[in-house]
Each structure stands twice: as structure tokens, then as C-alpha cells.
């Protein structure tokens, strides 16, 4: 099945951004990273939230790397962050960012989150890529230390995307829906269930979104044209999930 593409990246007559959207977990970079290049240049993403950057020996050039060849520049995290990472198109002005470590949990692995705001078509946007716990109760406090954090950015709209280590309606991924869009929820399109690659069986990835912005799509890009099965097979255990979103213009 081929399926319908989502609104290519543009700024609308009213001044309004349409924004491409991906969110990733990539696990170091260790299964095909020729199939994962593949994959994300198909996308054709403007916003690529990361999740288990290379962390260790040589993570800055391996993200620049990975940069490079979708054609994409690094904004942000990696092993500062913990893992997750910020990737965007030239389309984007860098406002600011900044790696937060969050509180560590005896015996858990350190998590973080890597956050930007950026201009696209002269409109704020706060950006926010993250990778919750896999114990229940930390992965709970972290979906609210995601919220404030979006809430401390200083900005009228904002995304956050990531692994939640949850499927809807658990705990932790009902308190990021409670306070923000589910894209997926909002307007499905492609496919629902992001792991394993191989066999998805689980939503455990989300891309999710402010009120004020639309929704124009939102899933696993199976289908799209580009976008190869085996790729998707391949490149990392999880299956990305692409939105298109439509930012309001600036205000006068």
C-alpha cells in the first residue's frame, strides 16, 4: 500500500509554517545506518527528534555524520542530553538550547532531554526530544518534568516527541496527552504501532504538539514513497514517526 504524502514543508500565504516533523529512536546508530539515512532523507523531515544518539567513543562525529547525510545540521543533545538529540533543515533559525540532565534513579539508566527554540518562518517553536524510564513511577515524574519544561521555554508553541517506554492509556503517556496534543490521536495517518521494527505490535513512540498548532498528519511512514520495508526493518527497533504540523504565523 502506498500511502497519500503529508503536505510537503512550506509557508502558507497567511504567514502560517507548515513544519515536517520525525521522531526516532535510532539505538546508537548500531543495525544499518545506510538504511537509516534512507529512511529519515525520505521523509523529508524540517525537525528530527532523536532518541539513542551515539552516546560514547566519537558521538559528535557520528551525529554529524548522520547530519550530514540527510542533509540536516545537529542542534542539539546527545551525550549532554543523555541520548536524545536534535537534528534540523537549514529552514530553521537557532533561538537558543539546552541539554537538561534529569534526576537519577538508583539502578536506573540517566535520562535527559534535548531542547531547542528555533524560527520557522519567523514563528517561535519550541522543541523538546526525550526517552522516558523503563520503571513506572520515574517514567511518570519525567512526563511532568517534560510538561514544565515546555512550560519554562517561554514560547507559544511548542513539540515534543520521543520513546515513551508506554502505550496509551498508561500512566505516563496519559499525563503528555492530557497537556498537549497526540498527533497520532489527533489525525492518524500511516501506521499506528512503532515497535519492534520487525513486527509492531506496540505506539510506544509519539509526536505531540501545543494546542495552537494543527495537526496535518501524523504515523509511521510505511508506504511512503522512498521509504523501503527492509529499510524500515533495518535501520534501528523502532519505526519513526513523521507529523506534518501547521504552525500559526507570528502575531503583529
Same mark, same amino acid.
Given at each position: 500500500m502506498v500511502l497519500t504524502p503529508l503536505p510537503d514543508s512550506r509557508t502558507e500565504p497567511d504567514g502560517s509554517a507548515v513544519v515536517r516533523v520525525l521522531s526516532y529512536n535510532i539505538r546508537s546508530m548500531r543495525d544499518d545506518p545506510g538504511a537509516l539515512v534512507r529512511v529519515i532523507g525520505a521523509c523529508a523531515p524540517d525537525l528530527v527528534f532523536i532518541q539513542?544518539?551515539?552516546?560514547?567513543?566519537?558521538?559528535?562525529?557520528? #551525529?554529524?555524520?548522520?547530519?550530514?547525510?540527510? !542533509?540536516?545540521?545537529?542542534? &542539539?543533545?546527545? @551525550?549532554?542530553? +543523555? =541520548?536524545? *538529540?536534535?537534528?534540523?533543515?537549514?529552514?530553521?533559525?537557532?533561538?537558543?538550547?539546552?541539554?537538561?540532565?534529569?534526576?537519577?534513579?538508583?539502578?536506573?539508566?540517566?535520562?535527559?532531554?534535548?531542547?531547542?527554540?528555533?524560527?520557522?518562518?519567523?514563528?517561535?517553536?519550541?522543541?523538546?526530544?526525550?526517552?522516558?524510564?523503563?520503571?513506572?513511577?520515574?517514567?511518570?515524574?519525567?512526563?511532568?518534568?517534560?510538561?514544565?519544561?515546555?512550560?519554562?521555554?517561554?514560547?507559544?508553541? #511548542?513539540?515534543?516527541?520521543?520513546?515513551?517506554? !508506554?502505550?496509551?492509556?498508561? &500512566?505516563?503517556? @496519559?499525563?503528555? +496527552? =492530557?497537556? *498537549?496534543?497526540?498527533?497520532?490521536?489527533?489525525r492518524p495517518w500511516g501506521g499506528e504501532h512503532t515497535y519492534p521494527a520487525s513486527r509492531p505490535e506496540r505506539r510506544i513512540d509519539a509526536v505531540f504538539a501545543t494546542p495552537g498548532i494543527e495537526v496535518l498528519g501524523c504515523g509511521v511512514p510505511a508506504g511512503l514513497p522512498g521509504v523501503a520495508d527492509a529499510d524500515l526493518r533495518t535501520a534501528t527497533d523502532h519505526l519513526p514517526v513523521l507529523a506534518a504540523l501547521r504552525v500559526p504565523a507570528l502575531k503583529p
Open positions: 539513542e544518539a551515539p552516546r560514547f567513543f566519537r558521538w559528535r562525529k557520528r #551525529a554529524a555524520w548522520l547530519a550530514a547525510r540527510t !542533509d540536516l545540521v545537529v542542534l &542539539g543533545g546527545g @551525550a549532554t542530553a +543523555a =541520548g536524545p *538529540l536534535l537534528l534540523c533543515s537549514l529552514r530553521a533559525t537557532v533561538e537558543r538550547t539546552e541539554d537538561v540532565l534529569l534526576p537519577l534513579t538508583p539502578g536506573q539508566h540517566r535520562r535527559g532531554l534535548a531542547t531547542s527554540v528555533v524560527r520557522i518562518a519567523g514563528t517561535r517553536i519550541g522543541l523538546l526530544s526525550f526517552h522516558l524510564s523503563l520503571q513506572r513511577e520515574e517514567r511518570l515524574a519525567q512526563a511532568g518534568a517534560v510538561l514544565e519544561r515546555m512550560d519554562a521555554m517561554g514560547v507559544e508553541h #511548542a513539540v515534543a516527541a520521543g520513546d515513551l517506554n !508506554d502505550v496509551p492509556p498508561g &500512566g505516563a503517556f @496519559a499525563r503528555l +496527552a =492530557g497537556g *498537549l496534543q497526540d498527533c497520532w490521536t489527533v
